[in-house]
Protein backbone atom coordinates (compact mmCIF):
# COMPACT_ATOMS: atom_id res chain seq x y z
CA UNK A 1 0.00 0.00 0.00
CA UNK A 2 1.40 3.68 -0.32
CA UNK A 3 1.19 6.52 1.90
CA UNK A 4 -1.31 8.87 1.22
CA UNK A 5 1.11 12.70 -0.15
CA UNK A 6 -0.04 15.25 -1.38
CA UNK A 7 3.63 15.95 -2.80
CA UNK A 8 3.06 13.82 -6.11
CA UNK A 9 6.58 12.01 -7.21
CA UNK A 10 8.73 13.13 -10.31
CA UNK A 11 6.97 10.84 -12.37
CA UNK A 12 3.29 12.44 -11.77
CA UNK A 13 4.92 15.73 -12.20
CA UNK A 14 6.09 15.46 -15.43
CA UNK A 15 2.85 13.30 -16.39
CA UNK A 16 1.17 17.00 -15.13
CA UNK A 17 3.74 19.06 -16.76
CA UNK A 18 3.67 17.42 -20.18
CA UNK A 19 -0.07 17.28 -20.62
CA UNK A 20 -0.61 21.03 -19.29
CA UNK A 21 1.90 21.75 -22.14
CA UNK A 22 -0.66 19.87 -24.82
CA UNK A 23 -3.81 21.48 -23.32
CA UNK A 24 -2.65 25.37 -23.10
CA UNK A 25 -0.99 24.73 -26.88
CA UNK A 26 -3.01 22.68 -28.67
CA UNK A 27 -6.74 22.17 -26.66
CA UNK A 28 -7.07 25.93 -25.70
CA UNK A 29 -6.56 27.35 -28.56
CA UNK A 30 -8.96 24.86 -30.33
CA UNK A 31 -11.66 25.07 -27.51
CA UNK A 32 -14.03 27.95 -28.74
CA UNK A 33 -14.25 26.77 -32.38
CA UNK A 34 -14.83 23.05 -31.12
CA UNK A 35 -17.90 24.65 -29.20
CA UNK A 36 -19.04 26.23 -31.97
CA UNK A 37 -18.96 23.25 -34.26
CA UNK A 38 -20.56 21.14 -31.99
CA UNK A 39 -18.64 18.29 -33.86
CA UNK A 40 -16.34 15.51 -32.29
CA UNK A 41 -12.66 16.86 -32.41
CA UNK A 42 -11.34 14.29 -34.37
CA UNK A 43 -8.05 16.26 -35.42
CA UNK A 44 -7.36 17.11 -31.45
CA UNK A 45 -7.84 13.53 -30.30
CA UNK A 46 -5.41 11.94 -33.24
CA UNK A 47 -2.72 14.80 -32.02
CA UNK A 48 -3.66 13.53 -28.33
CA UNK A 49 -3.14 9.50 -30.20
CA UNK A 50 0.07 10.60 -31.82
CA UNK A 51 2.27 11.96 -28.65
CA UNK A 52 0.53 8.86 -26.38
CA UNK A 53 -2.10 11.31 -24.41
CA UNK A 54 -5.03 9.52 -26.08
CA UNK A 55 -3.65 5.86 -25.62
CA UNK A 56 -4.68 2.64 -23.37
CA UNK A 57 -1.37 2.67 -22.03
CA UNK A 58 -1.37 5.85 -20.73
CA UNK A 59 -4.51 5.45 -19.12
CA UNK A 60 -3.21 1.80 -18.01
CA UNK A 61 -0.35 3.22 -16.20
CA UNK A 62 -2.20 6.25 -14.38
CA UNK A 63 -5.15 3.85 -13.54
CA UNK A 64 -2.22 1.30 -11.82
CA UNK A 65 -0.17 4.57 -10.73
CA UNK A 66 -0.62 3.23 -6.76
CA UNK A 67 -0.29 6.74 -5.55
CA UNK A 68 -3.93 6.76 -7.08
CA UNK A 69 -3.14 10.67 -8.23
CA UNK A 70 -2.06 9.90 -11.71
CA UNK A 71 -5.14 10.18 -12.84
CA UNK A 72 -6.84 12.95 -11.36
CA UNK A 73 -3.85 15.18 -11.99
CA UNK A 74 -4.24 13.79 -15.91
CA UNK A 75 -7.83 14.53 -15.72
CA UNK A 76 -7.27 18.07 -13.95
CA UNK A 77 -4.89 19.48 -16.73
CA UNK A 78 -6.88 17.49 -19.67
CA UNK A 79 -10.11 19.71 -18.36
CA UNK A 80 -8.03 22.85 -17.47
CA UNK A 81 -7.59 22.93 -21.28
CA UNK A 82 -11.15 22.55 -21.98
CA UNK A 83 -13.99 20.57 -20.89
CA UNK A 84 -15.27 19.74 -24.15
CA UNK A 85 -12.02 18.58 -26.01
CA UNK A 86 -10.88 16.84 -22.78
CA UNK A 87 -14.41 14.54 -22.87
CA UNK A 88 -13.66 14.03 -26.19
CA UNK A 89 -10.14 12.80 -25.37
CA UNK A 90 -11.37 10.59 -22.54
CA UNK A 91 -14.81 10.04 -22.92
CA UNK A 92 -13.33 6.63 -23.95
CA UNK A 93 -12.20 5.58 -20.63
CA UNK A 94 -15.77 5.33 -19.43
CA UNK A 95 -16.03 2.24 -21.37
CA UNK A 96 -12.72 0.89 -20.71
CA UNK A 97 -13.14 1.39 -16.95
CA UNK A 98 -16.45 -0.99 -17.35
CA UNK A 99 -14.53 -3.73 -19.29
CA UNK A 100 -11.78 -3.46 -16.32
CA UNK A 101 -14.04 -3.42 -13.88
CA UNK A 102 -16.47 -6.10 -14.67
CA UNK A 103 -14.18 -8.02 -17.87
CA UNK A 104 -12.02 -11.04 -17.32
CA UNK A 105 -8.23 -10.47 -18.24
CA UNK A 106 -8.55 -11.88 -21.47
CA UNK A 107 -11.60 -9.89 -22.36
CA UNK A 108 -9.71 -6.60 -21.50
CA UNK A 109 -7.25 -7.87 -23.47
CA UNK A 110 -9.11 -7.92 -26.60
CA UNK A 111 -11.26 -5.31 -26.30
CA UNK A 112 -9.31 -2.39 -24.36
CA UNK A 113 -7.28 -1.68 -27.27
CA UNK A 114 -9.68 -1.64 -29.60
CA UNK A 115 -11.49 1.09 -27.72
CA UNK A 116 -8.71 3.22 -28.76
CA UNK A 117 -7.50 1.97 -32.42
CA UNK A 118 -4.30 3.64 -33.37
CA UNK A 119 -2.49 7.06 -33.63
CA UNK A 120 -3.35 6.50 -37.32
CA UNK A 121 -6.47 4.92 -37.02
CA UNK A 122 -8.39 6.38 -33.54
CA UNK A 123 -11.04 4.79 -32.39
CA UNK A 124 -13.46 5.95 -29.86
CA UNK A 125 -15.86 3.96 -26.87
CA UNK A 126 -18.85 4.31 -25.54
CA UNK A 127 -20.41 3.27 -22.11
CA UNK A 128 -24.40 2.78 -22.63
CA UNK A 129 -26.17 2.87 -19.39
CA UNK A 130 -29.15 5.37 -19.13
CA UNK A 131 -32.34 4.78 -20.75
CA UNK A 132 -34.95 7.71 -21.25
CA UNK A 133 -36.78 6.09 -18.43
CA UNK A 134 -33.73 4.82 -16.39
CA UNK A 135 -31.54 7.72 -15.57
CA UNK A 136 -31.00 8.06 -11.43
CA UNK A 137 -32.53 4.89 -11.34
CA UNK A 138 -30.22 2.13 -12.90
CA UNK A 139 -32.28 -0.96 -11.36
CA UNK A 140 -34.80 0.39 -13.80
CA UNK A 141 -33.15 -0.61 -17.13
CA UNK A 142 -34.81 -2.04 -19.86
CA UNK A 143 -32.69 -3.11 -22.30
CA UNK A 144 -33.09 -6.54 -22.30
CA UNK A 145 -30.25 -9.90 -23.08
CA UNK A 146 -31.48 -13.14 -23.39
CA UNK A 147 -29.25 -16.05 -24.07
CA UNK A 148 -29.53 -17.74 -27.41
CA UNK A 149 -28.03 -21.39 -26.32
CA UNK A 150 -27.98 -23.14 -29.33
CA UNK A 151 -25.81 -20.56 -30.73
CA UNK A 152 -24.24 -19.49 -27.21
CA UNK A 153 -24.91 -16.26 -28.64
CA UNK A 154 -26.71 -12.83 -26.64
CA UNK A 155 -29.45 -10.82 -28.35
CA UNK A 156 -29.88 -7.66 -27.15
CA UNK A 157 -32.80 -5.24 -27.44
CA UNK A 158 -33.42 -1.60 -26.26
CA UNK A 159 -32.72 2.17 -26.51
CA UNK A 160 -30.15 3.46 -24.37
CA UNK A 161 -29.72 7.80 -24.37
CA UNK A 162 -27.23 10.40 -23.58
CA UNK A 163 -24.44 7.72 -24.26
CA UNK A 164 -20.97 9.28 -24.97
CA UNK A 165 -19.96 8.57 -28.06
CA UNK A 166 -22.70 6.71 -28.87
CA UNK A 167 -23.19 5.64 -32.41
CA UNK A 168 -19.69 6.37 -33.07
CA UNK A 169 -17.90 4.39 -31.31
CA UNK A 170 -16.06 0.98 -32.35
CA UNK A 171 -17.02 -0.58 -29.43
CA UNK A 172 -20.00 0.25 -27.32
CA UNK A 173 -20.70 -1.38 -23.48
CA UNK A 174 -23.73 -2.00 -22.74
CA UNK A 175 -25.73 -2.24 -19.74
CA UNK A 176 -28.87 -4.56 -20.25
CA UNK A 177 -30.90 -6.83 -17.74
CA UNK A 178 -31.10 -10.97 -17.98
CA UNK A 179 -33.58 -11.41 -15.10
CA UNK A 180 -35.74 -8.20 -15.14
CA UNK A 181 -37.23 -9.40 -11.79
CA UNK A 182 -34.02 -8.92 -10.21
CA UNK A 183 -34.00 -5.19 -10.45
CA UNK A 184 -29.89 -4.18 -10.54
CA UNK A 185 -28.96 -7.57 -9.56
CA UNK A 186 -30.05 -9.35 -13.07
CA UNK A 187 -27.73 -7.17 -14.39
CA UNK A 188 -24.59 -7.74 -16.60
CA UNK A 189 -22.45 -5.52 -18.89
CA UNK A 190 -22.01 -6.67 -22.71
CA UNK A 191 -19.50 -5.62 -25.20
CA UNK A 192 -20.63 -5.10 -28.89
CA UNK A 193 -18.10 -5.10 -31.30
CA UNK A 194 -16.97 -3.14 -33.88
CA UNK A 195 -19.52 -3.04 -37.06
CA UNK A 196 -22.23 -5.12 -35.14
CA UNK A 197 -25.65 -5.37 -37.40
CA UNK A 198 -28.84 -4.40 -35.45
CA UNK A 199 -26.62 -1.05 -33.11
CA UNK A 200 -27.43 2.45 -34.71
CA UNK A 201 -26.93 5.89 -33.27
CA UNK A 202 -30.38 7.37 -32.52
CA UNK A 203 -30.88 11.21 -31.93
CA UNK A 204 -27.52 13.38 -31.54
CA UNK A 205 -28.05 15.88 -28.22
CA UNK A 206 -27.29 19.85 -29.27
CA UNK A 207 -26.30 20.71 -25.53
CA UNK A 208 -25.78 23.41 -23.26
CA UNK A 209 -22.22 22.60 -23.01
CA UNK A 210 -19.16 20.26 -23.54
CA UNK A 211 -20.06 20.30 -26.89
CA UNK A 212 -17.32 19.25 -28.79
CA UNK A 213 -18.04 16.10 -27.14
CA UNK A 214 -20.61 13.52 -28.90
CA UNK A 215 -24.04 12.29 -27.11
CA UNK A 216 -26.31 10.43 -28.51
CA UNK A 217 -28.84 8.06 -28.28
CA UNK A 218 -28.04 4.30 -29.47
CA UNK A 219 -30.61 1.83 -30.60
CA UNK A 220 -30.16 -1.74 -30.00
CA UNK A 221 -32.85 -3.63 -32.59
CA UNK A 222 -31.65 -7.66 -32.67
CA UNK A 223 -28.10 -7.10 -31.67
CA UNK A 224 -26.25 -10.53 -31.72
CA UNK A 225 -23.13 -10.92 -29.81
CA UNK A 226 -21.21 -13.58 -29.34
CA UNK A 227 -21.43 -15.62 -25.68
CA UNK A 228 -17.88 -14.47 -24.85
CA UNK A 229 -19.08 -10.80 -24.72
CA UNK A 230 -20.86 -11.22 -21.82
CA UNK A 231 -17.91 -8.99 -19.60
CA UNK A 232 -17.33 -11.85 -16.39
CA UNK A 233 -18.12 -14.73 -18.41
CA UNK A 234 -21.71 -16.53 -18.08
CA UNK A 235 -20.36 -19.03 -14.90
CA UNK A 236 -20.17 -15.66 -12.91
CA UNK A 237 -23.64 -14.26 -14.21
CA UNK A 238 -25.48 -17.71 -13.62
CA UNK A 239 -23.75 -17.75 -9.74
CA UNK A 240 -24.72 -13.97 -9.01
CA UNK A 241 -28.33 -14.32 -10.63
CA UNK A 242 -28.34 -17.88 -8.31
CA UNK A 243 -27.53 -16.27 -5.52
CA UNK A 244 -29.54 -12.63 -6.13
CA UNK A 245 -32.55 -15.14 -6.79
CA UNK A 246 -31.66 -17.14 -3.48
CA UNK A 247 -32.23 -13.89 -2.15
CA UNK A 248 -28.41 -13.71 -0.67
CA UNK A 249 -26.17 -10.88 -1.44
CA UNK A 250 -22.07 -11.56 -1.13
CA UNK A 251 -20.67 -9.01 0.71
CA UNK A 252 -19.13 -6.44 -1.58
CA UNK A 253 -20.81 -8.11 -4.78
CA UNK A 254 -22.40 -5.16 -7.11
CA UNK A 255 -24.31 -4.33 -9.73
CA UNK A 256 -21.87 -3.60 -13.38
CA UNK A 257 -23.11 -0.01 -13.66
CA UNK A 258 -22.77 0.62 -10.25
CA UNK A 259 -19.02 -0.94 -10.46
CA UNK A 260 -17.91 1.31 -13.40
CA UNK A 261 -19.51 4.68 -11.74
CA UNK A 262 -17.95 4.18 -8.40
CA UNK A 263 -14.71 3.15 -10.17
CA UNK A 264 -14.98 6.70 -11.83
CA UNK A 265 -16.35 9.27 -9.64
CA UNK A 266 -13.03 10.78 -8.47
CA UNK A 267 -11.69 11.03 -12.02
CA UNK A 268 -14.92 12.38 -12.86
CA UNK A 269 -14.47 15.26 -9.83
CA UNK A 270 -10.63 15.82 -11.42
CA UNK A 271 -12.28 17.23 -14.39
CA UNK A 272 -14.71 19.61 -12.21
CA UNK A 273 -11.58 20.90 -10.90
CA UNK A 274 -9.66 21.34 -14.25
CA UNK A 275 -12.62 23.68 -15.18
CA UNK A 276 -12.83 25.34 -12.07
CA UNK A 277 -9.19 26.19 -12.05
CA UNK A 278 -9.26 27.12 -15.45
CA UNK A 279 -11.85 29.49 -14.46
CA UNK A 280 -10.04 30.99 -11.47
CA UNK A 281 -7.00 31.76 -13.29
CA UNK A 282 -8.77 33.61 -15.53
CA UNK A 283 -10.82 35.95 -13.05
CA UNK A 284 -7.72 36.45 -10.95
CA UNK A 285 -5.91 38.24 -13.87
CA UNK A 286 -9.06 40.12 -14.69
CA UNK A 287 -9.89 41.22 -11.02
CA UNK A 288 -6.16 42.42 -10.65
CA UNK A 289 -5.87 44.45 -14.50
CA UNK A 290 -9.64 45.71 -14.71
CA UNK A 291 -9.52 49.15 -13.22
CA UNK A 292 -13.37 50.86 -12.26
CA UNK A 293 -13.17 53.69 -9.69
CA UNK A 294 -9.75 54.28 -10.36
CA UNK A 295 -8.43 51.16 -8.97
CA UNK A 296 -8.04 47.63 -9.93
CA UNK A 297 -11.26 45.78 -8.86
CA UNK A 298 -9.67 43.52 -6.95
CA UNK A 299 -9.12 46.09 -4.68
CA UNK A 300 -12.37 45.55 -3.34
CA UNK A 301 -12.41 43.46 -0.72
CA UNK A 302 -15.99 41.81 -2.08
CA UNK A 303 -14.22 40.93 -5.19
CA UNK A 304 -11.21 39.36 -3.41
CA UNK A 305 -13.61 37.93 -0.82
CA UNK A 306 -14.93 35.91 -3.88
CA UNK A 307 -11.33 34.97 -5.24
CA UNK A 308 -10.61 33.55 -1.44
CA UNK A 309 -13.54 31.87 -1.69
CA UNK A 310 -13.05 29.86 -5.35
CA UNK A 311 -9.47 28.79 -4.07
CA UNK A 312 -9.95 27.49 -0.97
CA UNK A 313 -13.05 25.40 -2.33
CA UNK A 314 -10.97 24.41 -5.38
CA UNK A 315 -8.59 23.12 -3.31
CA UNK A 316 -10.81 21.48 -1.00
CA UNK A 317 -12.46 19.65 -3.79
CA UNK A 318 -8.78 18.19 -4.65
CA UNK A 319 -8.36 16.90 -1.36
CA UNK A 320 -11.34 15.09 -1.84
CA UNK A 321 -10.65 13.87 -4.71
CA UNK A 322 -7.29 12.94 -4.29
CA UNK A 323 -8.13 10.72 -1.21
CA UNK A 324 -11.03 9.18 -2.63
CA UNK A 325 -8.33 8.63 -5.30
CA UNK A 326 -5.88 7.23 -2.80
CA UNK A 327 -8.84 5.24 -1.35
CA UNK A 328 -9.46 3.32 -4.79
CA UNK A 329 -5.85 2.61 -5.70
CA UNK A 330 -4.93 1.29 -2.63
CA UNK A 331 -8.22 -0.65 -2.08
CA UNK A 332 -9.62 1.05 0.91
CA UNK A 333 -13.15 0.49 0.72
CA UNK A 334 -15.50 3.52 0.67
CA UNK A 335 -16.86 3.58 3.93
CA UNK A 336 -18.34 7.22 4.10
CA UNK A 337 -18.86 6.93 0.03
CA UNK A 338 -15.81 9.34 -0.04
CA UNK A 339 -16.20 8.54 -4.00
CA UNK A 340 -19.33 10.44 -4.05
CA UNK A 341 -18.12 12.89 -1.75
CA UNK A 342 -15.00 13.97 -4.44
CA UNK A 343 -17.65 14.17 -7.04
CA UNK A 344 -20.47 15.88 -5.23
CA UNK A 345 -18.08 18.73 -3.84
CA UNK A 346 -16.02 18.85 -7.04
CA UNK A 347 -18.93 19.38 -9.10
CA UNK A 348 -20.97 21.77 -7.18
CA UNK A 349 -17.60 23.98 -6.53
CA UNK A 350 -16.87 24.05 -10.72
CA UNK A 351 -20.63 25.71 -11.37
CA UNK A 352 -19.81 27.91 -8.50
CA UNK A 353 -16.66 28.60 -9.29
CA UNK A 354 -17.33 29.46 -12.65
CA UNK A 355 -20.35 31.31 -11.72
CA UNK A 356 -18.42 33.70 -9.94
CA UNK A 357 -15.71 34.06 -12.49
CA UNK A 358 -18.31 35.62 -14.85
CA UNK A 359 -19.33 37.54 -12.38
CA UNK A 360 -16.24 38.95 -11.33
CA UNK A 361 -15.63 39.39 -15.46
CA UNK A 362 -18.82 41.42 -15.39
CA UNK A 363 -20.78 42.18 -19.03
CA UNK A 364 -16.86 40.24 -20.55
CA UNK A 365 -17.99 37.13 -18.81
CA UNK A 366 -21.34 36.89 -20.25
CA UNK A 367 -19.98 36.84 -23.90
CA UNK A 368 -18.02 34.40 -25.87
CA UNK A 369 -14.96 36.73 -26.24
CA UNK A 370 -13.98 35.19 -23.32
CA UNK A 371 -13.33 31.58 -22.25
CA UNK A 372 -15.50 31.75 -18.57
CA UNK A 373 -18.59 31.76 -20.44
CA UNK A 374 -18.52 28.27 -21.80
CA UNK A 375 -16.65 26.69 -18.99
CA UNK A 376 -19.72 28.36 -17.02
CA UNK A 377 -21.92 26.02 -19.55
CA UNK A 378 -19.45 22.95 -19.76
CA UNK A 379 -19.38 22.78 -15.68
CA UNK A 380 -23.08 22.62 -15.61
CA UNK A 381 -22.91 18.88 -16.42
CA UNK A 382 -20.48 18.11 -13.26
CA UNK A 383 -23.46 18.09 -11.07
CA UNK A 384 -26.05 16.07 -13.28
CA UNK A 385 -23.74 13.43 -15.56
CA UNK A 386 -22.07 10.09 -13.44
CA UNK A 387 -24.88 10.35 -11.12
CA UNK A 388 -26.37 14.07 -9.92
CA UNK A 389 -25.53 15.84 -6.93
CA UNK A 390 -28.85 14.39 -5.21
CA UNK A 391 -28.11 10.73 -6.12
CA UNK A 392 -24.47 10.91 -4.65
CA UNK A 393 -26.13 12.58 -1.33
CA UNK A 394 -28.20 9.81 -0.91
CA UNK A 395 -25.22 7.59 -1.57
CA UNK A 396 -23.47 9.75 1.28
CA UNK A 397 -26.35 9.40 3.41
CA UNK A 398 -27.15 5.57 3.02
CA UNK A 399 -23.23 5.16 3.58
CA UNK A 400 -23.18 7.20 6.84
CA UNK A 401 -26.06 6.13 8.34
CA UNK A 402 -26.63 2.58 7.50
CA UNK A 403 -30.49 3.67 6.45
CA UNK A 404 -32.26 3.21 3.37
CA UNK A 405 -32.73 6.85 2.81
CA UNK A 406 -35.33 7.61 -0.14
C1 LIG B 1 -23.81 15.18 -21.64
C2 LIG B 1 -24.19 13.89 -21.01
C3 LIG B 1 -23.37 12.78 -21.14
C4 LIG B 1 -23.73 11.56 -20.56
N1 LIG B 1 -22.95 10.46 -20.77
C5 LIG B 1 -23.43 9.24 -20.39
C6 LIG B 1 -22.76 8.05 -20.80
O1 LIG B 1 -21.72 8.09 -21.46
N2 LIG B 1 -23.31 6.86 -20.46
C7 LIG B 1 -24.46 6.77 -19.74
O2 LIG B 1 -24.91 5.66 -19.46
N3 LIG B 1 -25.11 7.88 -19.32
C8 LIG B 1 -24.63 9.11 -19.65
N4 LIG B 1 -25.31 10.26 -19.27
C9 LIG B 1 -26.53 10.13 -18.48
C10 LIG B 1 -26.42 10.70 -17.09
O3 LIG B 1 -25.65 9.86 -16.29
C11 LIG B 1 -27.87 10.92 -16.59
O4 LIG B 1 -28.38 12.04 -17.28
C12 LIG B 1 -27.93 11.11 -15.10
O5 LIG B 1 -27.64 9.92 -14.45
C13 LIG B 1 -29.28 11.61 -14.62
O6 LIG B 1 -30.32 10.84 -15.14
P1 LIG B 1 -31.58 11.59 -15.83
O7 LIG B 1 -31.04 12.56 -16.80
O8 LIG B 1 -32.50 10.55 -16.33
O9 LIG B 1 -32.24 12.40 -14.66
P2 LIG B 1 -33.34 11.86 -13.62
O10 LIG B 1 -32.87 10.60 -12.99
O11 LIG B 1 -34.68 11.86 -14.26
O12 LIG B 1 -33.30 12.99 -12.50
C14 LIG B 1 -34.00 14.22 -12.64
C15 LIG B 1 -33.80 15.02 -11.34
O13 LIG B 1 -34.41 14.30 -10.26
C16 LIG B 1 -33.44 14.10 -9.22
N5 LIG B 1 -33.68 12.81 -8.56
C17 LIG B 1 -33.91 11.62 -9.15
N6 LIG B 1 -34.05 10.65 -8.21
C18 LIG B 1 -33.88 11.26 -7.01
C19 LIG B 1 -33.88 10.80 -5.65
N7 LIG B 1 -34.08 9.52 -5.35
N8 LIG B 1 -33.68 11.70 -4.67
C20 LIG B 1 -33.46 13.00 -4.97
N9 LIG B 1 -33.43 13.50 -6.23
C21 LIG B 1 -33.63 12.63 -7.23
C22 LIG B 1 -32.10 14.12 -9.93
O14 LIG B 1 -31.05 14.43 -9.05
C23 LIG B 1 -32.34 15.21 -10.97
O15 LIG B 1 -32.15 16.47 -10.38
C24 LIG B 1 -24.93 11.48 -19.81
C25 LIG B 1 -25.74 12.62 -19.66
C26 LIG B 1 -25.41 13.79 -20.26
C27 LIG B 1 -26.35 14.96 -20.13
Known amino acids: MSTFSLDPGPDQLAVRDWLHGFAADVMRPAAAEWDEREETPWPVIQEAAKIGIYSLDFYAQQYFDPSGVGIPIAMEELFWGDAGLGLAIVGTTLAAVAVLANGTDEQIGTWAPQMFGTPDDVKVAAFCSSEPDAGSDVSALRTRAVYDEAKDEWVLNGTKTWATNGGIAAVHVVVATVDPALGARGQASFVVPPGTAGLSQGQKFKKHGIRASHTAEVVLDGVRIPGSCLLGGKEKLDERLARAREGTKRAGGKNAA ?110 REYPVERMHRDSAIYTIFEGTSEIQRLVIARAISGLPIR
Open 258 to 367: MATFEASRPAVGAQAIGIARAAYEVALDYAKTRVQFGRPIIDNQGVAFQLADMKTRIDAARLLVWRASWMAANNQPFTSAEGSMSKLYAGETAKYVTAQAMQILGGNGFT
